[in-house]
């Protein structure tokens, strides 16, 4: 009897088990994506295109994970954005937002709920990995049927710049996620070209009667002359907390000072990603450079001269910006000095010879095609209703609407307004800055913008938004300036890497760059890179710098066939 019952729960455990696992097989191919008719219905619906035009007839729901800065609502439906798109969509939001500084770790989280997916990510900040991995895990679905279907928005930017599709497009062909674009102006006059912009303190040259410097030398002099003179100018403008004669953050993209080396040795100085191409189309990195030495040898030397802010090498933002906002700064390097202090008392330092005459500016990397991020906005395979996700999504790529989206809105009540709605030329909407007095660009964009999915392009400035005061100034200014000693051929492109490959980068960043950029302070700060030279070097081969130019190489030569081809 004992036996019979024992082989009877064997059999009821051995059912019990056949139906757990049919299961966990049922809800993989529905859930997974790996099911091909599955996959095939969410990403080319058969729903007639007329079925999702805007307003929809009857009120519908759909599911996004956001982020918003700290200073900011955490409420996305208390934006007046979306307040406004609700009205003319119909289509009612059901939003997650996470603090924009934990969202990375938070969104990885929430993806691990397979089963508890939104319909998409807003504000996706998905890296190249993120897109090639969580595709491959059947978590976010491909897109480019909904966008050839039913995003006439977007798809009109393919079609009239065929590079961003292309840019978008993962070597499996497919495409899995919705850009953002900001063209203001394009290849050596983009305003992207340049982001660690030095700016100099021309309120304290004209006091202490000194011309803004030309070389290096001559910088060294007006540094020392900030230095030497800290009591007058303390006393002449009212400075609290004392004159730093230059201060940045070191490894802090725009906040870095790597663009006054430019003049050194070869002249491709540094960059935020530490690549440049050569002229002949040769990928380098360019932290292991002769140029890239003599001119960390040099920032060493305006260290122990006392003319660098001590705390340069650990300061937070925060801490950078309040020490502006007390006018404390001869020389601080930024996007935009209207952040950090303001744009009167400040001029953009030119290129700067370097101890051979050498003048050139190293252009930021991706910068030829505007700003651009890859992976803005994804949808996830439990979006049923894709037809109406992608139509909505597209709503934001609308021309009117993308500025608002990128820079904040107009019409609110009792706050300040980015836009006032104005008229073009030809008595068409058109959104009008309005002038941001002495308020911080970035504080007051993020008060309204909500940023994800969009594109501003060139040809929209003066037809539906005016271009931004502050990036007028910029561009001008950065024209004037730079546009002459920009000599380089080649910046790197925005390219899109296998998985293996991504998987590879991704490694060599971890060591490379970490352990470049680690030394880049030691130097700077402490000095011995003569000494340390050859040892860094061949520390770099060890973690597989030659590799990583290879692949790097690889893809570069790929982008210029491709555009090449296009060209025919």
């Excluded at 030829?368 to 709503?395: K, M, P, Y």
């Excluded at 073009?424 to 999915?453: F, I, Y």
Aim: proline share 4%.
């Amino acid at each position: 009897a004992d036996d019979r019952r024992l082989i009877m729960m064997k059999k009821r455990m051995k059912a019990l088990l056949a139906i757990g696992l049919s299961a966990i097989i049922m809800v993989c191919s529905a859930g997974c994506g790996n099911g091909k008719e599955h996959m095939k219905a969410e990403t080319d619906p058969d729903i007639p295109v007329e079925d999702v035009s805007f307003p929809l007839k009857e009120k519908a729901e759909l599911s996004f994970i956001t982020s918003a800065p700290a200073t900011s609502t955490q409420e996305p439906n208390e934006r007046t954005i979306f307040e406004r798109l609700e009205k003319q969509t119909n289509v009612h939001i059901d939003w997650t937002c996470f603090v924009s500084d934990q969202f990375d770790d938070k969104k990885n989280l929430a993806l691990a709920q397979f089963g508890n997916l939104p319909d998409g990510l807003f504000n996706a900040g998905m890296s190249d990995y993120d897109l090639l991995r969580y595709a491959k895990q059947g978590i976010i679905i491909p897109v480019e049927n909904l966008i050839d279907k039913y995003m006439p928005n977007l798809k009109a930017v393919f079609e009239k710049y065929p590079e961003y599709r292309t840019m978008c497009t993962a070597p499996d062909g497919h495409i899995y996620s919705f850009p953002w674009i900001e063209q203001l102006g394009a290849g050596k006059e983009a305003i992207q070209a340049i982001g660690d912009i030095p700016y100099i303190n021309k309120k304290w040259l004209d006091y202490l009667k000194l011309d803004v410097p030309n070389t290096t030398e001559e910088l060294e002099q007006v540094l020392v002359a900030f230095r030497d003179n800290a009591d007058k100018l303390e006393k002449k403008f009212n400075i609290e907390g004392g004159v730093i004669p230059m201060s940045f953050i070191i490894n802090n993209g725009d906040q870095d000072p790597a663009i006054l080396i430019n003049g050194f040795g070869e002249g491709y100085g540094d960059t935020g990603d530490h690549f440049a191409v050569k002229d002949d189309g040769t990928v380098i990195y360019t932290t292991v450079q002769e140029g890239y030495k003599e001119g960390i040898q040099w920032l060493h030397q305006l260290v122990e001269e006392k003319l660098v802010d001590p705390e340069a090498f650990t300061q937070e933002w925060s801490t950078y910006v309040a020490k502006g906002k007390n006018h404390r700064y001869g020389l601080c390097f930024t996007w935009d000095i209207a952040n950090i202090d303001n744009n009167e008392d400040y001029v953009m330092l030119p290129a700067l010879a370097g101890p051979d005459g050498l003048v050139n500016i190293t252009r930021q990397n991706n910068s030829e095609t505007s700003g651009f991020d890859r992976g803005r906005c994804v949808l996830t395979t439990s979006c049923r209703n894709t037809a109406l996700a992608a139509a909505w999504i597209d709503q934001m790529y609308a021309p009117i609407q993308s500025p608002q989206n990128n820079w904040g809105t107009y019409g609110e009540k009792d706050s300040f307004n980015i836009f006032e709605m104005s008229e073009n030329a030809e008595g068409g909407q058109m959104l009008k800055h309005m002038d941001l007095g002495d308020a911080s660009p970035v504080e007051v964009r993020e008060a309204q913008s909500v940023n994800g999915p969009l594109a501003i392009l060139n040809e929209y400035y003066d037809v539906y938004v005016t271009e931004p005061a502050d990036a007028k100034w910029r561009l001008d200014n950065m024209h004037e300036t730079y546009l002459k000693d920009m000599n380089s051929k080649y910046v790197y492109p925005n390219v899109f890497m296998s998985i293996d490959d991504t998987n590879k980068v991704s490694q060599y960043d971890t060591d490379i760059k970490k352990y470049a950029e680690q030394k880049k302070a030691d130097w700077i700060l402490n000095g011995g890179i003569d000494k340390e030279w050859d040892s860094y070097l061949k520390k770099m081969e060890q973690y597989g710098l030659s590799d990583y130019l290879a692949i790097k190489q690889k893809y570069f030569d790929q982008y210029q066939k491709s555009l090449s081809e296009t060209e025919k």
